[in-house]
């Protein structure tokens, strides 16, 4: 099962006290973590093994919708900062859409990714 991580600056710190809260259910499960560069990094320094892409304004949106697109995704988490200006934001909107497409779950705050984090817990 592989996870899709992404997180605007100044969503970075809520993504990683999220995964903090399910560290034990990661470490145990076949989940592989990939995230877009500036994500991956502060994911690895709190303790996650993840496969780190390129950052999201250099193209790691793109390469998870890629991703997503040829159904090599199960989730996105995608922790978007609403009040914030992104000048990647067409890549944003391209990688929610191709979610919408493929039927991949995307949870985009961290009420909606705890619910989907408890679903597939429950199921390991």
Do not use: Y
């Amino acid at each position: 099962m592989k996870i899709a991580l992404i997180a605007h600056d100044g969503k970075k710190a809520d993504m990683v006290h999220f995964l903090s809260g399910f560290k034990d259910q990661l470490n145990h499960a076949q989940i592989q973590l990939v995230a877009t560069g500036t994500t991956g990094s502060h994911i690895e320094r709190a303790g996650f093994k993840v496969q780190r892409l390129l950052s999201g304004p250099l193209g790691g949106d793109a390469q998870i919708a890629s991703m997503a697109a040829q159904k090599e995704l199960e989730m996105v988490i995608f922790f978007r900062d609403p009040l914030d200006k992104h000048p990647h934001e067409p890549d944003v909107q391209m990688l929610m859409r191709i979610c919408d497409v493929h039927n991949i779950p995307l949870a985009t705050n961290p009420a909606a990714a705890h619910l989907m984090f408890l679903q597939l817990t429950t199921r390991l």
